[in-house]
């Protein structure tokens, strides 16, 4: 199957430039991800890429959460354990949730981490599989659609970092001690 997908990746991206070897490789993971999650779940379904860090209650305070949350909205929706200090250099408005143990606010972007439902992957397949076909500008911009029309929610504060962010616009989320959360994972 990842043969037939590199062949169907184009390789001009949004921006009219060569899609590089390594936004391919990532493009095809994805596709193993999103095909795995297809093929295999039929619950909740977290993807997650490789240079994340997460508090040690990040996945059981996400898996409460959801099922919280989509009783009280009765629908299915997505969560990112990421609260992205990027987020609040604009001026939206939002919603704010009352989660398992934190507030969780209501988001219109995130990168390829986050937690979703075996619906909504079947709901949103030709968006999310867009990602594996075309490099989009944003890459995540299919993501962005789909939060358009569903709910995704990011954690107030933050339940994880993601370390290629340490430098970018997205920054690290404020008032967490990440360096104290490296320690606490730290395997001896």
Known sequence: MTYLLLNNIKSINAENKNV???QISNMSNIHKSLITAKEKCEDLIYFVEDDYLHQKDSITE???????????????????????????????STNVFLGSTKHW????????????????????????????????????????????????????????????????IYGLSPTIDWLKIWEENKID
């Not at 439902?117 to 079947?122: A, D, G, M, P």
């Open 105 to 168: 606010r209501a988001v219109n972007e995130t990168l390829c981490t986050f937690l979703t439902s075996s619906i909504l992957v079947e709901k949103h397949w030709d968006k999310l599989i867009s990602m594996c076909q075309y490099e989009h500008y944003p890459f995540e911009k299919p993501l962005h659609d789909i939060y358009k029309l569903e709910y995704c929610l990011s954690p107030i504060p933050s339940l994880a970092i993601h370390f290629t962010n340490i430098n970018s």
């Open 62 to 92: 996400m898996i409460f959460t959801y099922e919280r949350l989509s009783s009280q909205i009765n629908n299915e929706l997505f969560l990112c354990p990421i609260d992205y200090p990027y987020l609040y250099s604009k001026v939206d």
């Open 20 to 22: 590089t070897d390594n």
